[in-house]
């Protein structure tokens, strides 16, 4: 079992910046990819950017490419999206989610883990 809290999230200006955390706890951290998501009123839940359990491959939403960068610390059990040069789209629900062996990383239904969510709100 593997428990994920998410935070970091606020209002911020169209340009700013903010990083989301996302702590685990329970089984080894290491083991598990990681994929970050979001979801804005009414719309579906979509896909954002992942990482591999050891850090060293990630893949992301091409709409965020240059502008999200997505860590993971397994020392601290903890991986980070930082967002940078946020646009009023960019306002979401931000969710993580684990998965110990991933084969499509923008499938939701691919992840049995996932955390409460932080809202994030980028004003024009």
């Known amino acids: 079992q593997v428990q994920l809290v998410e935070s970091g999230g606020g209002l911020v200006q169209a340009g700013g910046s903010l990083r989301l955390s996302c702590e685990a706890s329970?089984?080894?951290?290491?083991?598990?990819?990681v994929g970050w998501f979001r979801q804005a009123p009414g719309k579906e839940r979509e896909f954002v950017a992942g990482?591999?359990?050891?850090?060293?491959?990630?893949t992301y939403k091409d709409s965020v490419k240059g502008r999200f960068t997505i860590s993971k610390d397994n020392a601290k059990n903890t991986v980070y999206l930082q967002m940078n040069s946020l646009k009023s789209e960019d306002t979401a629900v931000y969710y993580c989610?684990?998965?110990?062996?991933?084969?499509?990383?923008?499938?939701?239904?691919?992840?049995?883990?996932w955390g409460q969510g932080t809202q994030v709100t980028v004003s024009s």
């Open positions: 329970g089984r080894t951290f290491s083991r598990y990819a």
């Open positions: 989610a684990a998965e110990s062996t991933i084969t499509t990383w923008s499938k939701p239904p691919r992840y049995s883990y």
């Open positions: 990482i591999s359990g050891g850090g060293g491959s990630t």
